[in-house]
């Protein structure tokens, strides 16, 4: 059959016409915050109480757990929001009610306070509770907060009076939490990680009729009180989340969790932030380790699936909806055909051989695979292949071959633009030659996927008759729906554990991308970046730490070869001690602990429950039937499947990925914060204006410091170039140190880069390595702070308000001002004190005219500086 014959089924597909006059207008979504943030959890002898309220602690709800039932999870809310002192004058009659007739207390007491609930889980007694009780903010996207999981603690539902003695149930437990939640578990309470940033922000309205109408981006209001749902993919907690759902609580409790890894650095460019985030996720579906779960199951679900998306934006203001945002996503995954290794009968740390399972002309399980790529993703599929071509032992090529073949058949059944794009590369037979430059030629790879997919951009060019000039930006793909650019489909790599050569090529891939992103952001004139940069560096070492965490959750070691081992920036010899460790410990792993790993991943994914009539976990000899049942399994062998692989509906959208349009469903005419604002009292959803997110960002309640700021401990390429000396603080400067080498270092003591009492040679060195400051510059460094000030350590007169906006603050207070303070002390207050019992919500003050109408003489008070005192600063640097 021809590349580019029309089938029946696609033959009804409706055509969408990517031009500016098909849209009507574009917005975003109003993102529904989790606005319970803080919990305390109060015992009692009958039930628990959850006593949830926002970061400032204004409203509050509560949950109620009862504990008589051993067998059911039984979950209370009222849906009542209560103030301070309410919720006071609550817990105050739930005291006194738990106590007795004697006066003696039964136990109603405060036992842990949190930060959220991952869910409830049951093995053969009672049900138990996973609190989240230690966070720590990893990253911020535009305000919007992202948290790494420190500590958990797992607290047993049933009372004394009804608990079992089952001699299974700590045999369970300890498996369940081989699963360490504080390793590498994330969340947040107002942005979505399951979902990328471009289904997070774009609204698509999906208006097909017989006339073949085109998509339409929209906005979609909380009218209705429902939300943009996770990807259940994405959700590892989704099976311990079930108790709130048949409990029917309110989503505002319910906080995804995804597993992966996450990091943010910042790029300073001349003191303009742009912010550069990593957020690999993997997938909770066929999920475990490396020679457990190979291939893929029945459904299409591959092993060790990570999606990455790297997201780069200037994080001088806050809002989402403000913001230029850019975004890039990548996917790793094993090979999707069934196929496995077993490595039982190694004596020593070997390549075990490759095993195809199942021989299946017609690729079901590899067409169950990319038919969920095109729904999430759109089209077209780049698949870069890096496993071996050429071997004296057939191993890898085996599967690289079934591998083609698959893709060669299903591509039969597609138009030519909707074909899956498949390149070989076998990046271990190049990267043995002396003088190949194996991340070169992943460069142009790189280069032509960006052209296929493109990359998403919230917000219109800028300078668009500039940047337009550039021949490779318009040759970017994607779709550009009313000026904004839409990523469709995605570049898919892989080679055998999609470890190592996977992680180095969608490095080169994403720096591609990267130099793209800052170009669209109007950092850089040219979509080009240099290796030997501040900006490739430190986006080098992200990729590192990021496959570094991906290699220990499936491979139980760090990475063999890294990027600079493939760069030829090390010498071969110093790596190779390294890499023999590296070799040795994760096989040590492999063989004697991803069994039980495996086990754990099962029962705390919800794949095995265990119940007293069935077989125990640590009994089964093998996994292989919970993740491809028999019936799936019957129902994927039928006669149209063979030739229509697709889902109708992801083809009828395609390029645009199908799950995106039809998630969200036709909007209203009013504005979201209109609607968010007058049903406020009806609906439990929140937008940005109704819920306390300044107050998450920046917590103007509590009193900090500027060394515990998010923004200032972030990794900053200007720090590391003051650091460093260098007098170029631009981080596209090209650098000619070896990068490993020089983080490893300490700048100098002195200016000179010498001390008076040693003389090291590093430090001799220093100044000579580097683009560091001349003699002339070193004699004369006092001229030199005036010039660049800082460079010298700053003091606290740096930072006065008469030297940073030429106000003097210590003359402004008249005695007027002073009297009305002086009596805002000394004023009593007339309202009588409510006495509550101790260990409970304290009563807020009542706000008193008096200090009311000091606080409003404060903020209407308008300070007007003289624009002079900025043209004196303009003029003293010219002269300098």
């Not at 085996?398 to 893709?407: M, T």
């Not at 399994?633 to 009828?652: D, E, G, H, I, K």
């Amino acid at each position: 059959m021809p590349s580019d014959a029309v089938l029946p089924v696609a033959s009804q597909s409706y055509s969408f016409e990517m031009d500016n006059n098909s849209l009507d207008f574009v917005h975003f979504n109003c993102f529904k915050i989790k606005w319970i943030q803080k919990l305390k959890v109060y015992e009692a002898h009958s039930r628990y109480y959850i006593v949830g309220s926002n970061i400032s602690e204004t409203t509050f709800r509560i949950l109620k757990i009862d504990r008589t039932d051993p067998w059911e999870l039984v979950i209370i809310e009222d849906g009542i929001d209560y103030t301070a002192v309410q919720m006071s004058m609550t817990l105050e009659k739930l005291h006194l009610g738990n106590t007795s007739s004697t006066g003696k207390k039964r136990g109603f007491s405060e036992i842990y306070k949190a930060h959220g609930i991952v869910g409830f889980v049951r093995f053969v007694e009672g049900y138990y509770m996973i609190l989240i009780t230690k966070q720590s903010k990893v990253a911020e996207i535009s305000g919007h907060s992202i948290y790494k999981i420190e500590d958990t603690a797992m607290v047993y539902i049933p009372n004394s009076d009804s608990a079992k003695n089952d001699p299974d149930e700590p045999r369970y437990l300890k498996i369940f939490q081989t699963v360490d939640l504080s390793s590498n578990f994330y969340f947040s309470y107002s942005y979505d990680l399951t979902n990328t940033l471009q289904h997070n922000l774009i609204m698509i309205k999906k208006n097909l009729n017989d006339k073949q109408k085109p998509c339409h981006l929209k906005a979609r209001t909380c009218r209705k009180g429902k939300s943009l749902q996770p990807c259940e993919r994405f959700v590892w907690n989704k099976s311990l989340l079930k108790g709130f759902s048949s409990c029917n609580v309110s989503s505002t409790w319910i906080l995804p969790i995804i597993h992966g890894h996450v990091c943010q650095s910042c790029v300073s460019i001349y003191g303009q932030p742009i912010y550069v985030t990593l957020i690999g996720r993997r997938s909770s579906n066929y999920a475990g380790t490396r020679f457990m779960k190979r291939g893929c199951n029945i459904n299409g679900d591959v092993a060790n699936e990570v999606e990455t998306e790297q997201i780069v934006y200037c994080a001088s203001t806050s809002s989402i909806h403000l913001t230029p945002l850019t975004s890039y996503v990548q996917h790793r995954g094993s090979v999707p055909i069934h196929w496995q290794q077993d490595i039982s009968a190694n004596v020593v740390p070997s390549k075990p051989p490759i095993n195809i399972t199942t021989d299946n002309p017609y690729a079901q399980a590899t067409a169950h695979h990319f038919s969920q790529m095109m729904e999430r993703f759109g089209s077209p599929i780049v698949v870069l292949n890096l496993v071996r071509k050429r071997e004296r032992r057939f191993r890898e090529s085996v599967l690289g071959h079934e591998y083609k073949c698959a893709v060669e058949y299903l591509n039969q059944f597609l138009k030519t633009e909707q074909q899956i794009k498949y390149h070989a590369f076998d990046m271990a037979h190049l990267a043995r030659g002396a003088k190949s430059n194996v991340l070169l030629k992943l460069a142009s790879l790189g280069e032509q996927s960006l052209q296929h997919t493109g990359f998403f951009q919230s917000k219109p060019d800028l300078f668009s008759e500039t940047l337009n000039k550039d021949a490779r930006w318009k040759a970017v793909g994607g779709s550009r729906l009313g000026g904004y650019h839409i990523q469709t489909g995605v570049l898919r790599t892989n080679c055998v554990d999609c470890l190592d050569r996977t992680n180095s090529a969608q490095f080169v891939a994403g720096k591609c991308a990267l130099a793209y992103q800052l170009f669209s952001l109007g950092v850089l004139d040219q979509p080009t970046l240099e290796f030997d940069t501040d900006v490739t560096r430190l986006f080098e070492e992200m990729y590192e730490a990021h496959g570094d965490i991906i290699a220990l959750q499936y491979g139980g070691s760090q990475l063999v070869h890294t990027i600079q081992s493939y760069r030829r920036t090390v010498a071969p010899w110093a790596s190779h001690s390294r890499d023999i460790v590296t070799t040795l410990s994760r096989y040590y792993t492999n063989t004697f602990s991803d069994a039980d790993k495996q086990s754990a991943i099962n029962l705390f994914l919800g794949v095995f429950r265990p119940s007293k009539n069935q077989e125990p976990l640590w009994e089964i000899s093998t996994d292989h039937y919970l993740h491809n049942h028999d019936l799936q399994v019957l129902q994927s062998f039928s006669c149209l499947s063979y030739t229509q692989w697709w889902n109708p509906a992801v083809l009828r959208s395609l390029p645009l990925p199908s799950q995106l349009c039809e998630s969200i469903e036709d909007c209203y005419s009013e504005p979201a914060a209109k609607l968010c604002h007058d049903l406020r009292d009806f609906s439990e959803d929140h937008c940005d204006e109704c819920v306390d997110w300044y107050a998450d960002l920046y917590n103007p309640s509590k009193l900090t410091v500027f060394d515990d700021c998010f923004a200032l401990g972030i990794t900053n390429t200007l720090s590391r170039s003051i650091s460093a000396g260098y007098t170029n603080p631009s981080p596209f400067t090209i650098r000619s140190e070896n990068w490993q080498e020089l983080k490893h270092k300490q700048p100098p003591t002195s200016p000179t880069g010498s001390s008076n009492e040693s003389s090291d040679s590093e430090e001799d060195e220093w100044p000579s390595k580097r683009d560091s400051l001349n003699s002339d510059d070193l004699v004369n460094y006092s001229k030199l702070y005036e010039t660049m000030p800082w460079l010298r350590t700053p003091t606290l007169k740096d930072f006065s308000t008469k030297v940073m906006y030429g106000i003097d603050l210590e003359n402004t207070t008249s005695p007027q001002d002073r009297d009305k303070y002086e009596r805002y002390l000394g004023f009593e207050d007339y309202y009588e004190p409510v006495h509550y019992s101790e260990n409970l919500y304290p009563i807020p003050d009542k706000i008193n005219p008096q200090s009311l109408k000091i606080y409003e003489d404060t903020v209407f008070h308008r300070y007007h500086v003289d624009r002079q005192f900025y043209v004196d600063y303009l003029n003293k640097l010219k002269k300098v």
